[in-house]
């Protein structure tokens, strides 16, 4: 229990190895479409990493992360496309100035709630607080009517299909189906060239870090430990005197906000946003991701990410029938025979190993990795 | 919204729509029933599901090409040859799944939903890689063409009507078998405390491997019946998952009459909506009730009063 305030030295080490190898080992090795693929992947990891403190700790499992992903990804979209639409770019439309999805529907004027999203600080609040907010009302809604486990999943589930057919309906105001594509500036500054791919590279790494110290900081304060209390033996907590409801919303709001910033990555690295990143599928992959990289590890989920997205690209360039399948089993054979993922693995064989051969003894680290997810979320 | 129509106009729109809401009750509850089985009395979700109505469709498909090619003379009939098939291939399935899969996780409900979430990646691209990826429909008998007309203005189609019959029959059928029979009661009681079930003779883990492998039958009673209506692709089945799962949370996880109730409640609303706007916003608003009520009575309609 001699945890510091943020990490243990095993942990610095594995915060370093991470460092080292998105900073320098895959910048040298890959050429800039891949690295972009890698950027591509790391917004996932957002995700992720916030599915971690919310479900792996928290004990919720939100199938709706693609929601949060999608409300970051939008508000960023929105900001970019209004950028893309000057009038000088958009003069052979019938009203200049607008987006070319408002315009081949017939829609004359800028929507109200697009007109903020002239500003960069607007968008860049927005893409915090809107998600927030949303998961806010939602955790909410549901926390303090004790809605958990199971229902709380389908319903999570549920606002990502409301949120996927409005999308798609709405198409005037959001793009429909195709999204928002053709992204081209930000402030100026061309997003598409490869320099530009690289910077960006950079600058999410940097944050991807930026959100792995918050989750490190969360996970090894006080309230860290309360969030496993819950998740283990609710009503203890709750008898206990402290408001279970309020720190479930916190986790679900982090987590929200962490996805949401991975959404703006995306629409960033990516250049166009659609409601195919919103919707149930999407969100049950990146819960995926999370579960094979190990549901208590806040680094498993970043190396869980690359790798299932590494191995999506390959396997289904060269064997598209096999992926599915690939896919699938991997993921009943995480469920059934490692609970943890792939850092339930190393923590559990490999580092014991490691560790003897090196020749020094040391304690498991902290007190998460002995709580095996066989207790752990249950109902 | 309503000034265009005149007040027959309006009554004969809310009976076709209402026809049509039926129908789409019907669809729901045979597609909530079987969950509502697995999800409601085990708690095991299954996202697999809708894999197991497409399966039932498949074999609809087959068999009906098999009279076609050779029984032509029996082919008014093959339907309900079909439906048998359809249940026991589902069935089948389910208890081989059960036994690979679910058993191992019956305290962990939440990893049920991943691993079954795999697997029915899995039995989509196999659908893919048997069938092809084109979406199947198929041909229906002569007798089940064609609608009745009640009145000028309102006119029922026969298959909808023999959907909803259906319906009706496999709904008596399933609440028979787990209200009346000693199975049934073996099911609930196993439901209610597992180990006190076990101590007194009941072998659990077989009415457990009967229990998922029914409610997968029905899900592929489910999926011939559609066939009638629609046509049967490989993803097919994701589009339905998400409101087979309201449907049976808005119900009341346990209940079935909840189950039955809130099909009918989403069916109606929705269908009526549907005729003022368009599908989709119809959709969302429904969804949206359904979640904002679930929030407020977080039970679902029917629930089981118990201390928790």
Redesign the interface.
């Given at each position: 229990m001699n945890d510091s305030r943020f990490a243990t030295r095993s942990e610095l080490i594995g915060i370093l190895v991470l460092a080292v190898f998105l900073v320098v080992i895959l910048p040298l090795c890959l050429d800039v479409f891949r690295l972009n693929l890698v950027a591509k992947y790391l917004t996932y990891a957002f995700v992720a990493l916030g599915l971690v403190i919310c479900w792996g700790y928290g004990g919720i499992l939100s199938l709706g992360q693609g929601v949060f992903f999608g409300l970051g990804g939008y508000c960023m979209a929105m900001f970019l496309k209004l950028e893309a639409s000057s009038v000088e770019n958009t003069k052979i439309q019938s009203t200049p100035g607008i987006p070319d999805f408002m315009d081949w529907n017939q829609i004359t004027a800028l929507p109200f709630f697009w007109k903020p999203f002239h500003s960069l600080t607007f968008t860049i609040a927005a893409v915090i607080l809107v998600p927030g907010i949303f998961a806010l009302i939602i955790g909410a809604a549901m926390f303090k009517r004790r809605v958990g486990g199971t229902y709380f999943a389908i319903i999570t589930q549920a606002v990502a299909a409301i949120l996927t057919i409005l999308i798609v309906g709405q198409q005037g105001y959001t793009g429909g189906i195709n999204g928002m594509t053709d992204l081209r500036t930000l402030k100026g500054w061309d997003i598409r060239p490869d320099h530009a791919k690289v910077v960006l590279y950079f600058f999410e790494v940097g944050l991807l870090f930026g959100c792995i110290f918050i989750a490190q900081f969360v996970r090894h304060s006080k309230l860290g430990r309360i969030l496993v209390a819950m998740r283990d033996q609710e009503d203890r907590v709750r008898f206990s005197g402290y408001s279970v409801a309020n720190f479930k919303i916190f986790a679900f709001c982090i987590a929200a906000i962490f996805a949401a910033i991975g959404g703006a990555m995306f629409a960033l690295n990516v250049g166009f946003m659609s409601p195919s990143f919103v919707g149930i599928v999407p969100s049950i992959e990146m819960v995926i991701y999370t579960a094979v990289g190990g549901r208590l590890s806040i680094l498993g989920a970043v190396y869980g990410t690359i790798l299932v997205n590494f191995a999506k690209t390959s396997l289904s360039e060269s064997f598209p029938e096999l992926w599915l399948f690939g896919l699938g089993g991997l993921f009943i054979a995480v469920v059934l025979a490692f609970p943890n993922g792939l850092a339930g693995i190393w923590g559990d064989y490999v580092q014991p190993r490691v560790s003897k051969l090196i020749g020094t003894r040391k304690a498991k680290p902290g007190w998460t990795d002995n709580s095996v997810a066989d207790g752990a979320p249950a109902e | 919204m309503f000034g265009d129509y005149s007040i027959g106009d309006l009554g004969s729109i809310f009976v076709m729509q209402g026809f049509a809401g039926l129908i789409l009750f019907s669809v729901y509850v045979l597609m909530a029933l079987g969950l509502a089985i697995i999800?409601g009395q085990m708690?095991v979700?299954n996202?697999a599901h809708g894999e197991f109505m497409i399966l039932g469709a498949y074999v609809t498909w087959m068999t009906s090409n098999f009279f076609q090619s050779y029984l032509p003379g029996l082919f008014s009939g093959y339907f309900f040859l079909a439906m048998i098939l359809a249940f026991l291939a589902s069935g089948a399935l389910g208890m081989l799944v059960e036994w690979v899969?679910i058993r191992?996780?019956y305290?962990?409900?939440?990893?049920t939903?991943?691993?079954t979430?795999?697997?029915?990646?899995?039995l989509?691209?196999?659908y893919?890689?048997i069938f092809g990826a084109r979406e199947v429909g198929v041909e229906l008998p002569q007798w089940m063409l064609g609608s009745l007309h009640v009145t000028d203005s309102i006119e029922v189609p026969i298959n909808g009507v023999f959907v909803m019959g259906l319906t009706v029959l496999i709904t008596i059928g399933v609440a028979y078998i787990m209200f009346r029979s000693r199975w049934g009661r073996q099911v609930r009681a196993v439901v209610q405390n597992r180990i006190m079930a076990g101590a007194v003779g009941i072998n659990t883990a077989k009415v457990d491997r009967y229990t998922f492998a029914l409610g997968c039958g029905i899900a592929g009673v489910a999926g011939s019946a559609f066939t009638m209506i629609g046509s049967t692709g490989p993803t097919s089945g994701?589009l339905y998952?998400?409101d087979t799962?309201?449907v049976v949370?808005f119900g009341g996880a346990a209940s079935l009459l909840g189950t039955i109730a809130s099909a009918f409640s989403i069916s109606q609303t929705q269908s009526t909506l549907e005729f003022f706007m368009?599908g989709?916003?119809a959709?969302?608003l429904t969804?949206?009730a359904?979640?904002g009520i679930?929030?407020?009575r977080?039970q679902g309609l029917f629930a089981l009063k118990v201390r928790k």
């Open positions: - | 999800f708690g979700i996202m899969l191992h996780l305290k962990r409900p939440l990893d939903l991943l691993a979430w795999g697997l029915s990646l899995m989509q691209q196999a893919r890689s994701q998952i998400v799962f309201l949370v368009s989709s916003m959709k969302v969804l949206l359904v979640v679930l929030m407020l977080p």
